[in-house]
């Protein structure tokens, strides 16, 4: 399996707290109202606070598994790092895979689990250039 995301990865196996938040809403000037186009956050879940484990880490964002959300959910991630502390973090799921998936590599079966794909809108400078560290020493 090749990996050809844009992001270098820290693998990670730490455990979280996800909460669906949706978004704050916009009052807008009617002229600029006319104009204006938005992607909305889902809001079906919104509430929904569960237990997951982040899996993997970038600086861009993390693979979250365990419950699903819907695409375009906008969460509230909290966790540890191991020498970083605790990460609050607001992201967007942009990819869900819906149930553990198993694919063949070059040494045998590798089971892909549940969860979702999570874009950081919201993560403290200092913790992203924390990241950008701990995965550059890999």
Same mark, same amino acid.
């Given at each position: 399996?090749?990996?050809?995301?844009?992001?270098?990865?820290?693998?990670?196996?730490?455990?979280?707290?996800?909460?669906?938040?949706?978004?704050?809403?916009?009052?807008?000037?009617?002229?600029?109202?006319?104009? @204006?186009?938005? !992607?909305?956050? &889902?809001? +079906? %879940?919104? /509430?929904?606070? @569960?237990?997951? !484990?982040?899996? &993997?880490? +970038? %600086?861009? /964002?993390?693979?979250?598994?365990?419950?699903?959300?819907?695409?375009?959910?906008?969460?509230?991630?909290?966790?540890?790092?191991?020498?970083?502390?605790?990460?609050?973090?607001?992201?967007?799921?942009?990819?869900?895979?819906?149930?553990?998936?198993?694919?063949?590599?070059?040494?045998?079966?590798?089971?892909?689990?549940?969860?979702?794909?999570?874009?950081?809108?919201?993560?403290?400078?200092?913790?992203?250039?924390?990241?950008?560290?701990?995965?550059?020493?890999?």
């Amino acid at each position: 399996m090749s990996d050809n995301r844009r992001a270098a990865r820290l693998v990670v196996n730490s455990p979280a707290i996800v909460e669906s938040i949706g978004q704050v809403p916009m009052t807008l000037h009617p002229n600029l109202a006319a104009v @204006f186009k938005r !992607v909305e956050a &889902d809001a +079906s %879940t919104i /509430g929904k606070r @569960f237990p997951a !484990v982040v899996r &993997d880490l +970038s %600086t861009n /964002g993390a693979f979250i598994s365990g419950p699903t959300l819907p695409l375009l959910s906008r969460v509230a991630v909290k966790f540890d790092i191991r020498g970083l502390g605790s990460v609050d973090a607001v992201g967007w799921v942009l990819w869900q895979r819906t149930d553990d998936c198993e694919l063949p590599s070059e040494h045998g079966m590798v089971t892909l689990p549940k969860g979702i794909g999570v874009m950081f809108e919201s993560i403290p400078l200092e913790t992203r250039a924390a990241i950008a560290t701990l995965v550059a020493k890999q």
